[in-house]
């Protein structure tokens, strides 16, 4: 009863925009922009002009939320919800309504498909294992506005032929067949497909080659659908505000395609583009000024997903090895900036700084900074730096900011994700200046821990808890750590001074040889001198996942390093007999995925006998023999969540 009075008490241009909620399934997260783009894609937005309808709509969903119709998710540093979801009453009643008023028709295949054709304005396939099915007979949908086809109906879905006024379309899971004819959607003005993607298989989507006959075309949503190559007529867009793709491949015919679009569609809002493991450096130098872009998104994976999710590691590889030349203050109107670039630099730092009505920035950079990139309170010529920011994140191996007094002013929100080995190693300190953001409301930070000495990270959490106690706005700080199994233990003996002699004795007869392998990981070594190698614990799998030992000192003392890298299953331990001692070290240099310049395989001869391959022999060989009255006694290395190098520490016999 009170829904129903609520619902009667709305304005009338409202009403349409809370019953097409009803094609959205329960407990669905709804974007902010994906449903102001379809209501507008289906006139249930009227305004005097095109230009002015995104901002009524944006009203329209503030007054949803304003009367509780709809929850609103991922507020913002500026307290607007980039996202909403229906609960469970609400939408019971509006799919009700929807009903009733012959807005929406779900099909699930429970019941019969309705038979007056004319009464379906947007249908909801959700379903392909029901009972019933769309009659093969139906050839014509002639009122159906928008079409919604899950994954659970993709393989009962018609063609798309037999709706010739579509303006709404999206498709779940679908193939290049399943679009057929999509080309021919000529009221086409929503466009969103997705797929199933696995990283190991390059199963992309083929747009159909006449796609720029759609001259109506607002939203081309392809991130969650990976694509083989541009189609070149996709040239003849003129009328697209949002563009959201996820590249398969990139040849020289992609990037024409692509650089040659971009530059006819003059009134673009929205630019996503998606490259695992792909350079758009192509684009670096782009002759493109889209005065109206206000949100712009280049990365190697979707938004959504987390940085340090289990089994994750630092990139080593991003879409652009540094920030676009057309990335500057001429975009008067971006708001929303998220990119990964390979190098961050000063002057970067400065450029985004005149922007006017950037609120929110998200920075992920592959390399450290030799110094810590500064971010001032004023820019020369133009007042205040960074004058609309309102949130901040800010990811790096090695977290290199430098707040000075009177920064950002407006920001209130600010996330930093980072290695504190790395930052320890690079920067000395976790010391940012947070004290100085006086508007900050909120702190979050994620560390990665692996290779890091538990007092480093204990340094590194006391660093800002300190900056937001002495920042005056107090702000909330939220700490997470991650991969705390992968810290190196606290396990540095102390040598007593009648030991200093003998090890200074055992300084001179050692020698290092190595390392080989690449430079990711923290440096790793051990710190008492090594007389005896006892045993060599090796954890492996495709690759060498991480190397443990034990050895004895010149006193006959045993000491345990390691393990060197993420310690998992296939657990395999050498010890060492009596007489027995290494001779030969030989592996493999190598990559996985995207990281690159790993130690793949590693087989330890002795006198005595042959140990591995451990790990998988791939990639660049390697060999390291000692002479017939030496040995190997000990070992260092890098290693992060893999081994990264080996070297070897040889004494005489």
Same mark, same amino acid.
């Given at each position: 009863?009170?829904?129903?009075? %609520?619902?009667?008490?709305?304005?009338?241009?409202?009403r349409?925009?809370?019953?097409?909620?009803?094609?959205f399934?329960?407990d669905?997260?709804?974007?902010?922009d994906?449903?102001?783009?379809?209501?507008?894609?289906?006139?249930?937005?009227?305004?005097?002009?095109?230009?002015?309808?995104y901002?009524?709509?944006?009203?329209?969903?503030?007054?949803?939320?304003?009367?509780?119709?709809?929850?609103?998710?991922?507020?913002?540093?500026?307290?607007?919800?980039?996202?909403c979801?229906?609960?469970?009453?609400v939408?019971?009643?509006?799919?009700?309504?929807?009903?009733?008023?012959d807005?929406v028709?779900?099909f699930?295949?429970?019941?019969?498909?309705?038979?007056?054709a004319?009464?379906?304005?947007?249908?909801?396939?959700?379903?392909?294992?029901?009972?019933?099915?769309?009659?093969?007979?139906?050839n014509?949908?002639?009122?159906?506005?928008?079409?919604v086809v899950?994954?659970g109906?993709?393989?009962?879905?018609?063609s798309?032929?037999i709706?010739?006024?579509?303006?709404?379309l999206?498709i779940?899971?679908?193939?290049?067949?399943?679009?057929?004819?999509v080309?021919?959607?000529?009221?086409?003005?929503?466009?969103?497909?997705?797929?199933?993607?696995?990283y190991?298989?390059?199963?992309?989507?083929?747009?159909?080659e006449?796609i720029?006959?759609?001259?109506?075309?607002q939203?081309?949503d392809?991130?969650?659908?990976?694509?083989?190559?541009?189609? %070149?007529?996709?040239?003849q867009?003129?009328?697209?505000?949002?563009?959201?793709?996820?590249?398969?491949? $990139?040849?020289?015919?992609?990037?024409?395609?692509l650089?040659?679009?971009?530059?006819?569609?003059m009134?673009?809002?929205?630019?996503?583009?998606i490259a695992p493991d792909?350079?758009?450096d192509?684009m670096?130098?782009?002759?493109?000024?889209?005065?109206?872009?206000?949100?712009f998104?280049?990365?190697?994976?979707?938004?959504?997903?987390?940085?340090?999710?289990?089994?994750?590691?630092?990139?080593v590889?991003?879409?652009? %090895?540094?920030?676009p030349?057309w990335?500057? %203050?001429s975009?008067?109107?971006?708001?929303?900036?998220?990119?990964?670039v390979?190098?961050?630099?000063?002057?970067?730092?400065?450029?985004?700084?005149?922007?006017?009505?950037?609120?929110?920035?998200?920075?992920?950079?592959?390399?450290?900074?030799?110094?810590?990139l500064?971010?001032?309170?004023?820019v020369?010529?133009?007042?205040?730096?960074?004058p $609309?920011?309102?949130?901040?994140?800010?990811?790096s191996?090695?977290?290199?900011?430098?707040?000075?007094?009177?920064?950002?002013?407006?920001?209130?929100k600010?996330?930093?994700?980072?290695d504190?080995?790395?930052?320890?190693?690079?920067?000395g300190?976790?010391?940012?200046?947070l004290?100085?953001?006086?508007?900050?409301?909120?702190?979050?930070?994620e560390?990665?821990c692996? $290779?890091a000495?538990?007092?480093?990270?204990e340094a590194?959490e006391?660093?800002?808890?300190?900056?937001?106690?002495?920042?005056?706005?107090?702000?909330?700080?939220?700490?997470?750590?991650?991969?705390?199994?992968?810290?190196?233990p606290?396990?540095?003996?102390?040598i007593?001074?009648?030991?200093?002699?003998?090890?200074?004795?055992?300084?001179?007869?050692?020698?290092?040889?190595?390392?080989f392998g690449?430079?990711?990981?923290?440096?790793?070594?051990?710190?008492?001198?090594?007389?005896?190698?006892?045993?060599?614990?090796?954890?492996?799998?495709?690759?060498?996942r991480?190397?443990a030992?034990?050895?004895?000192?010149?006193?006959?003392?045993q000491?345990?390093?390691?393990?060197?890298?993420?310690?998992?299953?296939?657990?395999?331990?050498?010890?060492?007999g009596p007489?027995e001692?290494?001779?030969?070290v030989?592996?493999?240099?190598?990559?996985?995925?995207a990281?690159?310049?790993?130690?793949?395989?590693?087989?330890?001869?002795?006198?005595?006998?042959?140990?591995?391959?451990?790990?998988k022999p791939?990639?660049?060989?390697?060999?390291q023999?000692?002479?017939?009255?030496?040995?190997?006694v000990?070992?260092?290395?890098?290693?992060?969540?893999?081994?990264?190098?080996?070297?070897?520490?040889?004494?005489?016999?």
């Open positions: 009863m009170i829904l129903s009075l %609520s619902y009667r008490d709305m304005p009338s241009q409202l349409p925009c809370l019953l097409y909620l009803s094609l399934p329960e669905h997260i709804i974007g902010r994906e449903l102001i783009r379809r209501w507008i894609a289906e006139d249930l937005v009227h305004g005097n002009q095109d230009d002015g309808l901002e009524l709509g944006d009203k329209y969903f503030n007054e949803l939320i304003n009367r509780s119709m709809i929850q609103p998710i991922d507020v913002d540093a500026f307290g607007k919800a980039q996202a979801k229906v609960h469970d009453l939408l019971e009643f509006v799919t009700f309504m929807s009903a009733e008023e807005f028709t779900i699930n295949g429970q019941h019969p498909f309705p038979s007056q004319d009464s379906i304005h947007r249908l909801s396939l959700r379903n392909s294992k029901g009972k019933h099915f769309i009659p093969r007979a139906t014509r949908l002639p009122h159906v506005r928008t079409l899950s994954s109906a993709i393989d009962s879905m018609p798309l032929s709706f010739p006024v579509l303006r709404v999206e779940e899971q679908c193939t290049s067949s399943d679009i057929r004819g080309e021919n959607l000529v009221h086409l003005r929503y466009l969103r497909l997705s797929q199933k993607y696995h190991y298989y390059n199963n992309c989507i083929e747009l159909p006449g720029g006959k759609l001259q109506f075309l939203t081309l392809l991130k969650e659908a990976r694509i083989k190559e541009l189609p %070149s007529t996709v040239v867009f003129r009328h697209l505000r949002v563009v959201e793709i996820l590249l398969g491949q $990139c040849d020289k015919r992609f990037e024409k395609h650089l040659q679009c971009l530059r006819n569609l009134r673009l809002e929205a630019f996503g583009i792909l350079s758009l192509f670096l130098q782009l002759d493109w000024a889209p005065i109206y872009l206000q949100r998104t280049a990365s190697p994976r979707e938004r959504t997903k987390h940085i340090l999710r289990r089994g994750s590691v630092w990139p590889f991003s879409p652009f %090895s540094r920030l030349g990335l500057n %203050s975009l008067s109107c971006l708001s929303d900036l998220s990119i990964m390979t190098t961050l630099r000063q002057a970067d730092v400065e450029i985004l700084a005149y922007f006017p009505a950037l609120h929110s920035v998200n920075l992920e950079v592959v390399e450290a900074t030799g110094t810590r500064e971010i001032n309170g004023s020369s010529g133009a007042g205040h730096a960074f $609309c920011l309102g949130s901040l994140k800010f990811a191996r090695a977290v290199g900011l430098a707040f000075r007094p009177g920064a950002m002013q407006k920001l209130q600010i996330y930093l994700c980072f504190v080995a790395e930052t320890k190693d690079v920067h300190d976790f010391n940012l200046g004290e100085y953001l006086r508007s900050l409301t909120t702190v979050n930070v560390i990665d692996r $290779c000495r538990f007092w480093e990270i590194a006391a660093a800002f808890r300190n900056a937001t106690k002495l920042n005056p706005n107090c702000p909330t700080l939220d700490l997470e750590r991650h991969f705390e199994e992968e810290m190196t606290d396990r540095e003996e102390e007593l001074p009648q030991d200093l002699q003998g090890k200074k004795e055992e300084d001179a007869l050692l020698s290092r040889v190595g390392p690449g430079n990711g990981g923290r440096a790793q070594d051990i710190r008492v001198p090594p007389h005896r190698l006892k045993s060599v614990t090796i954890c492996s799998k495709d690759i060498v991480s190397l030992f034990s050895y004895t000192d010149h006193n006959g003392q000491h345990s390093t390691g393990p060197w890298g993420a310690s998992t299953s296939n657990v395999s331990t050498i010890h060492l007489s001692h290494l001779i030969k030989s592996g493999t240099v190598g990559s996985l995925f990281v690159h310049n790993l130690i793949t395989s590693l087989t330890f001869v002795t006198n005595a006998a042959s140990y591995g391959p451990f790990g791939r990639g660049v060989p390697f060999v023999p000692v002479q017939s009255n030496s040995s190997i000990g070992f260092f290395g890098r290693s992060g969540a893999y081994l990264d190098a080996i070297g070897f520490y040889v004494r005489p016999l």
